[in-house]
């Protein structure tokens, strides 16, 4: 085998003939896919981006949400910003897999800093709908224990805490020991709560789906 023909079955190639094959006409998407395969299954992470996307989008392809979920995330895990991208949609809409707007916020932020145009947007916008959910669910929970899950705030104990809890200067964040209930001190770093500051309830873990 000259050193030709061998780059010319190399990932590296198989992904540019597919890339070229996308700018073609929709019969051209078909062979894309051919080329985009055989890549992907050398491990080739752009060829499971771009192949993830197609089966995401239904182009060259039938959609396949399980096969899009399983090729973009193996390439979100060696960090692709566009498979972290398609990932964050996927989330958010539910899309194959259980919604998790916590999960699209996280995969969305990340995309946004690893430069992805418009990701901010979609990280502010998915934000807002978890605060309003937060919100609309901490008033019609009843105000007794303090309660947390893996990603938010459950309940609260009293007064002072709904109030904090609604203007989000009491939150939870993801910690290297798990979630932490926080407050700011007045130089603005998270400080761990173990308790409630004004009544003195313990926080307590709960599930993220507790019926109340
Ligand atoms: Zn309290």
Redesign the pocket.
């Known amino acids: 085998m000259t050193n030709d023909e061998r780059s010319d079955t190399s990932p590296e190639s198989l992904y540019e003939k597919g890339m070229e094959c996308m700018k073609g006409s929709v019969s051209d998407h078909a062979r894309a896919v051919d080329y985009l395969n055989a890549a992907s299954k050398t491990g080739y992470i752009p060829a499971m981006r771009e192949l993830g996307l197609m089966y995401l989008n239904g182009m060259g392809v039938d959609r396949d949400y399980n096969r899009a979920f399983d090729l973009l995330s193996e390439a979100a895990g060696s960090m692709d910003p566009h498979s972290m991208y398609g990932l964050a949609s996927m989330h958010e809409k539910g899309l194959g897999i259980d919604k998790d707007l916590y999960k699209a916020l996280r995969f969305f932020a990340f995309a946004a800093n690893m430069g992805i145009f418009g990701a901010e947007m979609d990280a502010d916008r998915v934000e807002e709908l978890i605060r309003t959910d937060r919100r609309n669910k901490l008033k019609a929970r009843p105000v007794l224990n ?1 309660e947390i899950s893996d990603v938010d705030i459950e309940a609260a ?2 007064k ?2 709904l109030d904090n809890a609604l203007n989000d200067t009491i939150y939870v964040i993801e910690t290297y020991q798990g979630p932490e209930l926080v407050s700011e001190d007045e130089d603005g770093f998270e400080v761990v709560l173990e308790k ?1 500051p ?2 003195g ?1 313990k926080v307590k873990r709960v599930l993220r789906n507790k019926k109340y």
Do not use: E, S
């Open positions: 303090l104990c009293c002072l805490m409630c004004f009544c309830k």
